[in-house]
């Protein structure tokens, strides 16, 4: 794998994105949604509660899982275009025709789903985190935020996800010809990391770092099948004479 | 003109699970040479293509590109380095404007930022595209969509190009257009693979064709093809045929002759020393001779003939 080969791929596929509102529209909205919408929610919290000093840290923990979960969401959009987008405009032939290997424009495909994921969530979260403490810390008498929750989250959790959602994409990309299907089917990561979330927010799990480093380990194999799925299906002979 | 074979293929088959898509393919083709290719929907005519240019493995046979074997990762990737490749779909990135398509390429096959600068300004000029280069392709005509995708598969230069159906779906304008471009980059000495359905097409441009139906059915040049199969004929037009002339020519030795109204059809094995003696029998019978033509079938003819008769 040739990093300058993978990394042409990529700039061509931020180029390509610039050009397509939607996707840019898609990651600003996502983060500008959660990092803003989750500390007016601890606002209003902060404000109704009669007990603010137990709701408070587990509805702002839980919020932490928004992030963990858009990292999931966000490289489904863009990978959908970044692959099928090729399929689509019949691109994959010529491209395959150039010297590069399968890995390079996988890779390279890859870091354009995941850079702009990784990016605007971390972007996000600092907004986030600010909000937050501002509006809890009166209440709480101390500033939540950094931890080692957010922290094991937005180390591990958002690039393991995120790797996950690239490379089940690439699966999907395989079986499917058009962006919008796609999508939907890209989207199906979410529903065990929603289950998360819903069994957080109800105090079924508790996110300590111990519990969040047991996800990470459970999402790392995953993630070590997911992308051996996807390198495998990921040939150019496979693509030409295989996918749909 | 004697050259070095650009692609030598033996025996080259692809087969997707028990359907043979290409068998036993034997031919070369040489440097500097255009070969066509021609064959029905479905004679494998794209496979040999891509597995020309190493987009798909072979399952049988042995072939080389510009003497490296279609198989294996490093040698794959020096062939890919050699060639260019104008698909059958121009499958280009409609968002990304004509400049920025062939940038990257130029970028993927290793062009400095010069020769990309120099390159696409050269191909863009060359094919009347220069003023729209900042426009996204996806805002230009078929036509102008495929004089980029010719640009992007010759922006590095390639001593070999694969060309699949490059006129297909084309006015007759842009066609020429193409056409011409590909004879000027005949004369620049590149080797021409060309896969196409149009049988003039291939006629004007091809020093070789190959006839295809997964099979090679037969491969020459357009002329010899046709002569091969319909051998040589002369057309003789007269004022009237009669049998006194039918009977003369006969005595000249036994031939293949067709009278269709006052049109004589006379095989000929060698035109230039038989033509004379036919006139001269002909006007010793009496015969008033109008026109003396060589009859040449149309390539569409042979080509049918063959599939037909073959499958």
Redesign the interface.
């Known amino acids: 794998m040739r990093l300058a080969k993978a990394w042409t791929v990529t700039a061509k596929d931020f180029k390509t994105f610039t050009k397509r509102r939607t996707i840019v529209y898609y990651l600003i909205w996502f983060e500008l949604i959660v990092s803003i919408a989750m500390p007016l929610i601890v606002r209003f919290a902060e404000r109704r509660s009669k007990d603010p000093a137990v709701v408070l840290p587990r509805v702002i923990s839980a919020f932490s899982l928004w992030f963990f979960i858009g990292a999931a969401v966000l490289p489904v959009s863009i990978a959908s275009y970044s692959l099928v987008g090729e399929k689509v405009q019949k691109s994959l032939e010529p491209l395959l025709a150039a010297p590069v290997s399968d890995d390079d424009i996988l890779v390279g495909k890859g870091l354009a789903a995941l850079l702009p994921t990784l990016v605007a969530t971390y972007c996000g979260t600092v907004v986030l985190m600010i909000l937050i403490d501002l509006f809890s810390v009166g209440r709480l008498g101390y500033r939540n935020y950094p931890n080692w929750t957010i922290g094991v989250i937005l180390l591990l959790l958002v690039p393991l996800a995120a790797l996950f959602s690239v490379g089940f994409n690439v699966l999907i990309s395989a079986r499917t010809n058009d962006v919008r299907s796609a999508q939907q089917l890209g989207s199906l990561p979410i529903i065990p990391l929603a289950g998360l979330y819903v069994l957080t927010e109800i105090g079924v799990i508790t996110l300590s770092v111990t519990n969040l480093l047991v996800v990470a380990a459970v999402l790392a194999a995953a993630d070590v099948v997911t992308i051996a799925a996807a390198l495998r299906a990921f040939r150019r002979d496979a693509i030409l004479t295989s996918w749909r | 003109m004697e050259h070095s074979p650009m692609i030598i293929a033996q025996g080259l088959t692809r087969a ?1 699970n028990s359907m043979i898509a290409v068998d036993h393919l034997t031919f070369s083709v040489a440097e500097g040479e255009i070969f066509g290719l021609l064959g029905p929907n479905g004679a494998g005519k794209t496979t040999t293509i ?1 597995m020309l ?1 190493c ?3 072979k399952t049988g046979g042995e072939a080389t590109v510009a003497g490296f074997p279609i198989a294996g ?1 490093a040698h794959t ?2 062939i ?2 050699l ?1 260019g ?1 104008v ?1 059958d ?8 404007s004509a400049y ?1 398509n062939l940038d ?2 130029g ?4 062009c400095t930022a010069k020769q990309r600068r120099e390159g696409i300004e050269r191909f863009l000029k060359m094919l009347d595209l220069w003023d729209k280069r900042d426009v ?1 392709v996806g805002d230009f005509s078929k036509g102008m969509k495929q004089k980029v ?1 010719i640009a ?2 010759l922006i590095h230069d390639p001593r070999l190009l694969f060309m699949d159906e490059p006129t297909a779906n084309l006015d007759p304008e842009s066609a020429k257009v193409v056409r011409d471009f590909i004879l000027e980059l005949k004369r620049q000495g590149k080797t021409i693979f060309l896969n196409t359905h149009n049988l003039d097409e291939a006629r004007r441009l091809c020093d070789r064709i190959g006839i295809m139906k997964t099979r090679l059915l037969a491969i020459n040049t357009p002329e010899q093809l046709t002569a091969a199969v319909w051998g040589r004929r002369t057309l003789i037009e007269l004022d009237t045929v009669t049998d006194g002339i039918r009977e003369s020519l006969e005595a000249l030795g036994p031939r293949h002759l067709e009278v269709d109204g006052n049109r004589l059809q006379v095989e000929v094995t060698d035109p230039l020393k038989e033509n004379p003696d036919l006139v001269q029998a002909i006007i010793a019978a009496g015969g008033r001779v109008q026109y003396v033509e060589k009859l040449e079938p149309a390539l569409e003819e042979t080509y049918l003939r063959i599939v037909r008769e073959q499958a």
Do not use: T
Not at chain 2, 89 to 96: Q, T
């Open positions: 997707f891509r240019c987009l798909i493995s990762d990737l020096a890919r380095q060639i490749l698909s779909n121009v499958g280009l990135y409609e968002e990304l920025d990257f390429f970028k993927l096959y290793d996204p995708a992007r598969a």
